[in-house]
RNA sequence: GGCCCCGUGGUCAAGCGGUUAAGACAUCGCCCUUUCACGGCGGAGACAUGGGUUCGAUUCCCGUCGGGGUCACCA
């Protein structure tokens, strides 16, 4: 009786590892391509910082003209949430960032490394499992979880490193007969690795973006395959990136402390073991302690709520980029437009400590970002928004080529305007271009009712005209301003405020609190442009007729 | 608690032995011959701390403090 028999005991089925090495050969790329992956879970929707990280993984693949795939790792039944694959597919969409292979939707995938769902995989993992297990480098544990959990209690008592390691390790020294006997008698086992390391010995890590790494060797004999047959993450990982060939795992750097766990399965596999690049998880400060953006209390860690608040995907992928990498903002700076596929992300330059989220300036970021689209894409990404979230917005946009005049008002400069953060936003922004009703009047310096009518009808009467140029249509202000007794000139105003009720720019608001029932909107000329005679006339009108 | 990572303005961050310690967001002021936004100019604001090493430390070493991660048949 020995190990082999061992392994044909629990593995009867399972096939040689030579036909998964020759099924799944090395992939035919050119010298440096990177090959990643996005890994996740399918227990819910994607988490920006899991975004974050597909992000950088794909960049960094596609700089080298190499492959990004996605490999859903449901090894964990029990936490596995309904329709998520679909969530993590479709939100990969959403930020144009399809994988190169993996899964598409929820039964389908691209690619040659396939399965790309772990549980298909078991055969292989059993493989690999059954391989170990023959050369006696793993074996068959029998402990429960109460003998684990007293196991556990001692150590903690004696205040000792908890684990399942050297001598605490029960079932490390049964010997071949012992295990087989135990099988034949029906017991129920896990496999565990047989860890070859040593507490007291150091190894050396190089972490792509962490630098020098220094940790203890493992010892612990971690489970590789649980009692329903599945692989744990560790394993999982060793051997889907050995055959699916990544060249660089990027993750979260919670991961980072598996690391020697993770080059001890690598090497007793016999696999050359991929770079790593543990990537600082995005924080959020809570009462002055910073802690990873949740899940359950963070509304914005959730990717599907830029779509809903209607924050382009461009703009959360330039913000991520932003904090991925400080050399980011200079690019962008330099290349206003150019896409972002075009910029060289560094994985070595990366931050290595945790950004705290910064949804101003993402704000900030998403404002610039609308303001480099035209017209015809504001439209369109304004109306496909309405579309899901908003009937009323989609109402006012049904009139396209009215809209079209409305997003256009100063955006054709050098300087667009940049007054849309979101699509959320739009609304709020153009309604007053729309028909509705105004009822507030926030009239400012002049606010006497028979000043206002003064000022409405003679601009109605003998001022407006349609077909004025800018610079006529605001010497007209001014000649009316000046007939009225208002300074015609800010600057002579401010020189001599007495002599004057007030100025241009206080008879220019009148007009456009009458306009537009707001004191703040962009150029005024481009506005009565676009909405045409009869609605400023009538908007006039209508504010005259509401004076009390 | 053991092990590991991190610590430059409110935030994101350059700099990594000698710098007036960049830049962006936020904030404040001024300017942009009408508002707001944009843009321009300017202001305020930082090297956690204590020891070393050095002619000289934000940069290197050690300690302290602070923050984070990890120690599952979860990933």
């Known amino acids: 009786m020995n190990y082999q028999d061992l392994a044909n005991l629990v593995f009867p089925d399972a096939k040689d590892i030579s036909f998964y090495e020759e099924k799944y050969p ?58 998520a694959i679909t969530g993590i597919v479709n939100s990969l969409q959403d930020f144009d960032m399809s994988p190169d292979e993996g899964q598409i939707n929820a039964t389908e995938e691209l690619g040659n490394y396939g399965p790309y769902k772990q549980s298909l995989r078991k055969e292989i993992y059993q493989a690999y499992a059954k391989y170990l297990l ?89 489970v590789i395959i649980k009692s329903d047959g599945l692989p744990t993450y560790h394993f999982a990982h060793a ?43 995005i924080m959020k400060n809570d009462n002055g302690n910073k802690r990873k953006l949740s899940k359950r209390k963070d509304p914005e860690a959730a990717v599907d709520y830029y779509k809903k608040e209607g924050i382009p995907s461009d703009a959360v992928k330039e913000y991520l980029l932003n904090i991925a990498s400080s050399s980011f903002e200079n690019w962008r700076r330099q290349n206003p437009n150019l896409p972002i596929e075009d910029f060289d992300l560094q994985l070595n330059k990366m931050s290595v400590s945790g950004a705290l989220f910064d949804m101003v300036k ?104 349609e077909a004025d140029d800018k610079q006529t249509w605001f010497d007209k202000i001014k000649t009316l301003s000046g007939e009225l007794g208002y300074a015609s000139e800010v600057k002579a105003f401010k020189e001599n405020p007495g002599m004057y009720k007030a100025h241009v720019g206080d008879v220019s608001t009148v007009l456009r609190v009458a306009l537009t029932g707001r004191t703040n909107t962009p150029d005024m000329y481009e ?13 006039l009108k209508s504010a005259i007729a509401k004076l009390s």
């Open 26 to 83: 090395r992939r035919n790329l050119t010298e440096g391509a990177i090959v990643t992956r996005f890994a996740p879970s399918p227990t819910g929707f994607v988490h920006i910082g899991g975004l974050y990280q597909a992000l950088v993984a794909r960049k960094a693949a596609k700089q080298t003209d190499g492959v990004f795939f996605l490999r859903i790792e449901d090894t964990d039944q029990k936490r596995e949430v309904e329709n």
């Open 134 to 222: 023959a050369q006696g480098k793993a074996y068959l544990c029998f402990c429960s979880a109460e003998e684990l959990e007293a196991i556990r209690a001692k150590q903690e008592a004696a205040k000792i490193r908890t684990g399942y390691y050297g001598v605490w390790a029960n079932c490390r020294n049964l010997t071949v007969e012992e295990m087989i006997k135990k099988v034949q008698n029906g017991e129920n086992y896990i496999v565990r690795f047989k860890s070859t390391g040593r507490e007291d010995r150091k190894i050396k890590h190089h972490d792509i973006i962490k630098g020098n790494v220094d940790f203890p060797e493992n010892d612990q004999d971690i």
């Open 239 to 281: 051997v889907d990136d050995h055959l699916m060939g990544t060249t660089h795992v990027v993750r979260s750097d919670e991961w980072l402390s598996s690391v020697p766990l993770h080059l001890q399965l690598f090497q007793e596999l016999g696999f050359r073991a991929p770079k790593y690049a543990h990537i600082a998880p």
């Open 362 to 465: 993402l704000l900030d970021v998403s404002k610039s970002t609308i303001s480099r689209y035209t017209a015809e894409k504001v439209y369109e990404e304004a109306y496909n928004w309405a579309n899901e979230y908003d009937a009323e917005l989609k109402e006012l946009l049904s009139d396209k080529e009215y809209a079209l005049k409305v997003f256009g008002i100063e955006r054709k400069n050098a300087k667009p305007r940049k007054d849309i953060a979101k699509w959320s936003d739009v609304k709020e922004n153009i309604s007053y271009m729309y028909d509705i009703d105004i009822t507030d009047y926030p009239y400012q310096v002049i606010n006497e009712p028979e000043d206002i009518k003064k000022i409405l009808q003679l601009y109605i009467e003998k001022y407006f005209n």
């Open 527 to 539: 506005i009565m442009q676009v909405m045409g005679k009869d609605k400023v006339i009538n908007r």
